[in-house]
C-alpha cells in the first residue's frame, strides 16, 4: 500500500521511500528505550564530571576551610546523583521486568 505515493498528470506516479516507519508500539518502544539509555548515560556523564570537579577544587583549596566544605558538598550531591541514576536504571528494570516490556532493549 503506498501510503504517500502522488499522481501526477499523465498518469505517472511518485512512489514513496520503501522504508517509512509504520508506527505502532514497537516504535514507541524504541523511541522510548532510546531516550532513556541516553538520559542514563548523560546522568552517568554529568555525574562523573561533577566528581572530577569536586576533586579538583579539593585539592586547589589549600586548606581553605570553605573551598574543602564546598569541595565537599560537591562530591557529595555528585555521588547522591549518581545513585539517583542508579537507582532510576533498576527502577525502571523492575517496572518493565512486572509490565513485561523491556523498555532498555536497544535496537528492537
Known amino acids: 500500500m ?3 505515493a502522488l499522481t501526477l498528470p499523465g498518469g505517472k506516479t511518485i512512489n514513496p ?3 517509512l516507519p509504520s508506527g505502532g ?3 514507541v518502544q524504541k523511541v522510548l528505550s532510546n531516550a532513556i539509555t541516553l538520559f542514563l ?3 552517568v556523564i554529568v ?3 561533577f566528581l572530577i570537579w569536586g576533586g579538583f577544587q579539593w585539592s586547589s583549596s589549600g586548606g581553605d576551610k570553605a573551598k574543602i566544605s564546598a ?3 560537591k562530591i557529595t550531591w555528585a555521588i547522591i546523583g549518581l545513585i539517583v541514576v542508579f537507582l532510576s536504571f533498576f527502577i525502571i528494570n523492575i517496572v518493565g521486568y512486572f ?3 523491556d523498555l532498555l532493549k536497544m535496537g528492537a
Open 25 to 27: 508500539f514497537g516504535t
Open 17 to 19: 521511500p520503501t522504508e
Open 41 to 43: 548515560i548523560f546522568g
Open 99 to 101: 509490565f513485561k516490556v
Open 2 to 4: 503506498n501510503y504517500l
Open 71 to 73: 569541595a565537599r558538598a
Open 47 to 49: 555525574t562523573l564530571i
